[in-house]
């Protein structure tokens, strides 16, 4: 059995469920009442409902009875009511949270971790991975089961159900938890979301120093519908928020259009870039290891080139940016 894995933070669905979904009814090619979706978290029970009616699967809430849990303790409950419904194949979506639960749900339920799919081969029912820089595609087959982090925007939403699916709803508590989270802070995030914009402009160490950054933002607020990308150290550095990180430790991108800014191009920045996305990188080295995945390379002095870019969009009406 399937189930997807769906982790409710406030009162919204997140997109990327419905985009499980199409990928379990691919794998199965079964009806959707016969997939089981996971809804968990302290809103678990409204987002239950509201998945059930979307989707039409059979759908258990696990409602936490206080607020986020560390992913130690999220992974052990999950744990739990897997291992009583029998389910061998777990699909999360990629992102920073799933890969703190994902390792312990794979250790508990003694399956292998596929982590950041970005895609399945339906004639062979095996999963692939992008390797090499995005240039080549790893093959991995789970005959007997997996857990299986799927990198957002990949696939497209499921439609909705004809009929709703049923909803089980169980509270779980944490009463002695020996790791607790004492605060949270939500960061800033990028003029759009990452994972669903159609075009993102990204900033590497070739921006310089962080008094520069405020031209970055200014051009990217000025090509309609971009969202903010960066490149992990301008993170490390404490420049840029990490909701903006592209790759592997990151977010992944599904965007039409990638443009670089002043970076180099490591494995793990490529990995967060499919290879279906049309990339220009902007910088002045001729010999950056993003020009391999590039389909237009500018070799430029990037501030001026920033500067001048900027001047010629604010000079055009928006209608014709």
């Excluded at 508990?108 to 992008?130: C, H, M, Q």
Aim: with cysteine.
């Amino acid at each position: 059995m399937i189930a997807l894995m769906i982790e409710m933070t406030g009162h919204t669905i997140p997109t990327v469920a419905m985009e499980l979904m199409t990928l379990a009814l691919s794998l199965t090619k079964q009806p959707p009442s016969d997939i089981l979706a996971l809804v968990y978290g302290k809103e678990a029970e409204e987002g239950a409902r509201r998945f059930a009616q979307e989707s039409g699967a059979e759908t258990l809430g696990l409602v936490w009875d206080n607020d986020e849990q560390p992913g130690l303790e999220t992974g052990a409950a999950l744990g739990e009511a897997l291992k009583e419904r029998g389910v061998r194949t777990l699909l999360f979506p990629h992102t920073p949270s799933a890969m703190e639960i994902a390792p312990v749900l794979a250790v508990a339920l003694e399956l292998p971790l596929l982590a950041g799919v970005v895609g399945v081969d339906d004639e062979k029912g095996e999963f692939y991975r992008s390797a090499g820089g995005g240039k080549t595609r790893l093959h991995v087959a789970a005959p007997k089961g997996a857990v299986v982090t799927i990198q957002p925007g990949i696939f497209g939403a499921a439609p909705k159900a004809e009929r709703p699916g049923s909803v089980t709803l169980e509270t779980h508590s944490f009463p002695n938890s020996p790791i607790q989270i004492l605060s949270t802070r939500k960061e800033e995030v990028g003029t759009s979301n990452l994972s669903g914009a159609r075009v993102v402009l990204s900033v590497g160490r070739g921006i310089e120093a962080k008094e520069n950054l405020p031209l970055f933002t200014r051009l990217a607020e000025a090509i309609p519908g971009a969202a903010k990308g960066c490149s992990r150290p301008l993170v490390d550095m404490g420049w840029m928020p990490y909701p903006c990180q592209v790759g592997i430790t990151g977010a992944s991108v599904s965007a039409d259009l990638y443009i670089a800014l002043g970076i180099s191009g490591s494995s793990q920045h490529l990995a967060g870039i499919p290879q279906n996305t049309t990339v220009i990188s902007v910088g002045s080295d001729p010999n950056a290891a993003i020009h391999a995945v590039s389909d237009l390379i500018i070799e430029a002095d990037l501030l001026p080139f920033m500067e001048a870019t900027l001047a010629l969009l604010e000079s055009m009406p928006p209608a014709a940016r």
